[in-house]
């Protein structure tokens, strides 16, 4: 066996395990994130919203402080009359530390329409809709670095492996 093939089965293993663990000890969340239902209101509170995501950061599943935790995301919504909101986010261990005056590169590109961001916001589970949203492709992605493209990948991976199990 050649040393590519030991470290690829390695990694792999390592990676299935971890997974594994994940879902074992962590619960899943339910319920809402944030206490808004549509694009509007959450333009008019942005800044509200972003101190009650905050407060309720550390009760979602750890995993999702690992992956959206160290990142600068740009998100695009399209309007139904066919402008465009955008929102800049930096995150740093899960929580927001700052909207729209970010200075850095971006790492993860978020893209979706009006409907669905009104559509997850006014979900009773607003976890759920959003993976819903991922898995219709009304939310699209692109991750700008290697390393988030990595980190996506892994979230994909445990909310299909979880999705059997809750």
Same mark, same amino acid.
């Given at each position: 066996? !050649?040393?590519?093939? =030991?470290?690829?089965?390695?990694? #792999? ?13 962590? +619960?899943?969340? #339910?319920g809402r994130v944030v206490e808004v239902n549509n694009l509007d209101d959450a333009l008019n509170q942005?800044? &509200?919203?972003?101190?009650?995501? $905050? =407060?309720?950061? $550390? *009760?979602? +599943? ?5 992956i959206f935790g160290n990142e600068v995301m740009h998100i695009e919504v399209t309007r139904r009359n066919?402008?465009? &909101?955008?929102?800049?986010? /930096? *995150?740093? @261990?899960?929580?927001?530390?700052? =909207?729209?005056?970010? #200075? &850095? +590169?971006?790492?993860?590109?978020? *893209?979706?329409? !009006?409907?669905?961001?009104? !559509?997850? =916001? ?9 993976? @819903? ?11 700008? @670095?290697?390393?988030? /493209? ?5 979230v994909r991976t445990v909310l299909a492996i979880r999705s059997f199990f809750w």
């Open positions: 066996m !050649e040393k590519n093939d =030991l470290i690829l089965i390695s990694f #792999t293993f390592i990676l299935i395990t971890l997974i594994l663990a994940m879902m074992i000890r962590v +619960p899943a969340y #339910t942005i800044d &509200e919203l972003k101190d009650e995501y $905050n =407060l309720k950061a $550390n *009760t979602f +599943p750890s995993f999702i402080a690992r066919g402008s465009v &909101e955008n929102v800049d986010i /930096k *995150t740093i @261990r899960g929580k927001v530390i700052d =909207l729209n005056n970010i #200075t &850095e +590169p971006y790492t993860l590109k978020i *893209t979706t329409d !009006e409907d669905t961001f009104d !559509e997850v =916001l006014g979900s009773e589970d607003q976890i759920k809709a959003f993976k @819903r949203a991922l898995d219709t492709k009304k939310i699209k992605y692109e991750s700008l @670095r290697f390393r988030t /493209k990595m980190k996506m990948g892994t």
